[in-house]
């Protein structure tokens, strides 16, 4: 099993629409979970992270968390076509290792 | 603030050359991490540093792979003998204190095509 599992996609949703991008753990010590975006040929970017149970939300960023059901979600709002990348789940586990997810292709169609 | 650097930025070798990676962090940064990410997979930690100490390396095919971070400051990850499922982007990251290592600046990493 993987430490951490997204839906590789792709998900496609039109522009103005709210992108849901779901991602599961396996370590249940894991206290702290991060989205990062990567657009093709770049690098990891980090936009979000969450520490708590419960919503947090940064401009048209909102992560989800839920540490009994191990998982973590990111719903972008108003999504244009410009949040066009693949989205990874990265998440430190109980002995502060850091695992990445294999990420989500979002793509934004105008 | 200068970000992470890295070269070289593309690397081109036959299967059972060796290569070298270098990676310079953002000033500052204690914390310094090599990733693998081949393409459509996520990226694999395959090793974090602590200043020039090693925190973790589980990941890091010994056999081959090996890295050093002299001072505390500039690493290098070097590959011998590379194999054909080597080639992959070679990704560098160093993170500031806080946030448990998980705001983590990339460089543009080195892209590695073994032949």
């Known amino acids: 099993q993987k430490e951490v599992e997204q839906n590789s996609g792709p998900l496609s949703v039109p522009e103005g629409a709210i992108a849901s991008l779901n991602c599961t753990y396996s370590d249940r010590g894991s206290q702290s979970f991060f989205w990062y975006r990567q657009y093709s040929g770049k690098s990891p970017e980090l936009i979000m992270f969450?520490?708590?149970?419960g919503d947090k939300e940064d401009g048209r960023f909102t992560a989800q968390l839920n540490k009994a059901s191990q998982y973590v979600s990111l719903l972008i709002r108003d999504s244009q076509p410009s949040d066009s990348a693949t989205y990874l789940c990265a998440v430190t586990g109980g002995g502060n290792q850091f695992y990445f997810g294999t990420g989500t292709s979002l793509t934004v169609i105008p | 603030e200068a970000g992470v650097a890295q070269s070289p930025r593309y690397k081109i070798i036959e299967k059972r050359q060796s290569v070298a990676f270098w990676c310079n962090p953002i000033s500052g940064h204690a914390t310094l991490y090599w990733y693998q990410q081949i393409l459509g997979q996520g990226p694999k930690l395959l090793i974090q540093?602590?200043?020039?100490?090693?925190?973790?390396d589980s990941q890091l095919p010994k056999d081959r792979f090996s890295a050093e971070r002299l001072k505390g400051v500039d690493s290098t990850l070097k590959i011998q003998p590379a194999k054909l499922e080597d080639s992959a982007v070679y990704l560098c990251?160093?993170?500031?204190?806080?946030?448990?290592?998980?705001?983590?600046?990339f460089g543009p990493g080195t892209r590695l095509t073994v032949t």
């Open positions: 969450i520490y708590s149970n």
């Open positions: 540093f602590q200043n020039n100490g090693v925190v973790d």
């Open positions: 990251a160093s993170s500031p204190p806080g946030l448990a290592g998980g705001e983590q600046y």
